[in-house]
């Protein structure tokens, strides 16, 4: 067997193509889960790209999917602060106080996981431990809500109504993705919406969730390296992600390691 087409593109996955999904899904969480060690005062952020990219691939015999993706020049994104999304791993130290996403993506025998956590460096302040809290509970109600039957529109929705009742904002420029064998796939998965527009979720389907909240407005802005995105106000901004294949009952979170929180 192999992945069905449906007419909006959405490749639909059998049972043993998600099984392959969970296991690159299990090695970019390991990938996280080996970094927070590292995530520390005095770091760089390119120090821990050059960490990430040996232990994909030396260890995991995996490929770090960023690389080169569409010119993207490392294997890891960093995302310090009021950096949105896609910050490019440089000579940055990492400083006490500093919020950093890491975006983790490995290709295995050829199916894609995709994963980012925030990671406090040192002791955080209550506004940037309050949005890492808030993007992170963003996230969890749109994974708690899968199930087939229930539209993308649905999850968008209750995504959006959480933040804005936090008095925080949802950025709208980026989104969540299908991924399999390729990383970005329909449909795409906003993190605004209105209840019932929008696909109808059914087994098979497997994309991300990754809502990216800011503590001020929502816009944002592109840096001319083409990737870094920034809030527009300079607020703080927080993102987390896991992927996930809807299943009969419910949802499977690929990239949730045995016994951790989502
Ligand atoms: N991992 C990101 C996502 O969640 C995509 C990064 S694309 C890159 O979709 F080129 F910046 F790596
Ligand atoms: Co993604
Ligand atoms: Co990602």
Redesign the pocket.
């Known amino acids: 067997m192999h992945s069905r087409p449906k007419p909006d593109g959405i490749q639909l996955k059998t049972p043993d193509e998600i099984e392959a999904m969970r296991v690159a899904g299990q090695q970019a969480a390991s990938v996280l889960a080996m970094l927070r060690e590292h995530v520390r005062p005095g770091i760089t952020t390119g120090e821990l790209d050059a960490i990430a990219h040996a232990y994909i691939v030396d260890e995991l015999n995996g490929i770090p999917?960023?690389l080169n993706?569409?010119g993207?020049p490392?294997s890891i994104?960093t995302s310090v602060n009021h950096v949105v999304?896609?910050g490019i791993p440089g000579d940055r130290v990492l400083k006490d106080g500093d919020i950093v996403n890491i975006?983790?993506?490995v290709i295995q025998d050829g199916w894609h996981g995709?994963t980012?956590k925030m990671f406090y460096v040192g002791e955080p302040s209550i506004k940037a431990r309050r949005i890492c809290e808030v993007a992170h509970q963003a996230m969890v109600i749109g994974i708690e809500a899968v199930r087939p039957g229930v539209t993308l529109g649905d999850i968008g929705h209750l995504i959006q109504r959480y933040v804005e009742g936090q008095r925080c904002s949802v950025v709208r420029e980026y989104c969540?993705?299908g991924i399999g064998r390729v990383?970005?796939e329909p449909p795409q998965v906003l993190h605004y919406g209105r209840p019932g527009d929008g696909v109808v979720l059914e087994p098979g389907m497997t994309f991300?969730i990754?809502p990216m909240v800011n503590l001020g407005k929502p816009g944002t802005r592109l840096l001319a390296d083409g990737?870094t995105v920034l809030t527009r106000d300079r607020s703080l901004s927080a993102q987390w992600?896991h992927t996930m294949a809807v299943i009969d009952d419910g949802v499977d979170v690929l990239t949730r390691l045995p016994d951790d929180p989502l």
């Open positions: 999917a960023p993706y569409r993207f490392k994104c999304c896609h975006d983790v993506t995709d980012s969540g993705h990383f970005h991300t990754e990737w992600e």
